[in-house]
């Protein structure tokens, strides 16, 4: 019988916090920094047997890199989700929620849509589920500022994703984001998945 490796990829732009939600999800310790661009290859990180969180490098500009460093980033992202050899489960898109309103607001001006709009779009249609948004950093955020941006996500198109509001610093809301992802899993593999 043939065993299928199944992946859960962890997208989003540098210094979202994407290491630290595979760090949290998986209890492993990959290295994190405070500043863009620790996270420079995409990683797999065991989750529970034959399930592996993907910590994808961010996409988007990255301090101190060329932009054919940036571009040959997001190739290999693009390369990876649309390999069809590679078994995606669902995917969580993390947005650093203390400077997402002003990105978008700074791109809409230029007519540009922003790339975690089009990144969420992209791995939403390479897997069965819509993609788990995460808003990170909600203790760097006002109540209004958080209300901006959920506002502001409800406006574009976006394919019935869930949004789940968290700090992983304080590891407010996280609990939440850890029980949604694992009814996913037992949803899409079984009841052996329950446990992890």
């Known amino acids: 019988m043939m065993t299928f490796i199944h992946l859960i990829p962890v997208s989003g732009r540098p210094n979202a916090g994407k290491t630290s939600l595979v760090n949290y999800l998986s209890h ?10 620790t996270t420079l290859r995409i990683a797999s990180v065991p989750l529970v047997k034959n399930l592996f ?3 994808l490098p961010g996409f988007g500009r990255i301090m101190k890199r060329s932009k054919k460093f ?7 992202i693009i390369l990876f989700l ?17 400077t997402f309103h002003n990105m978008v ?33 909600i203790d760097k955020s006002k109540t209004a500022l958080i209300e901006q941006n959920l506002t ?11 949004i789940f509001l968290l700090s992983l610093k304080t590891k407010e809301g996280c609990r939440t984001l850890r029980n949604r992802v ?3 899993v037992v949803q899409e593999l079984g009841s052996s998945y329950q446990h992890w």
């Open 152 to 162: 502001l996500l409800e406006s574009y198109d976006l394919p019935e994703s869930e």
């Open 28 to 37: 492993s310790k990959r290295p994190v920094g405070k500043h863009a661009g």
């Open 53 to 55: 969180l993907i910590d």
């Open 70 to 76: 940036e571009d040959q980033i997001k190739n290999d």
């Open 182 to 184: 694992k009814e996913l």
């Open 105 to 137: 607001a700074s791109l809409e001006k230029k007519g540009v849509i922003p790339l975690d709009i089009e990144m969420i779009q992209f791995v939403g249609e390479r897997t069965n589920h819509p993609p788990l948004i995460v808003l990170n950093k």
């Open 82 to 98: 649309e390999d069809p050899s590679n078994q995606l489960l669902f995917a969580i898109h993390i947005i650093d929620i203390s």
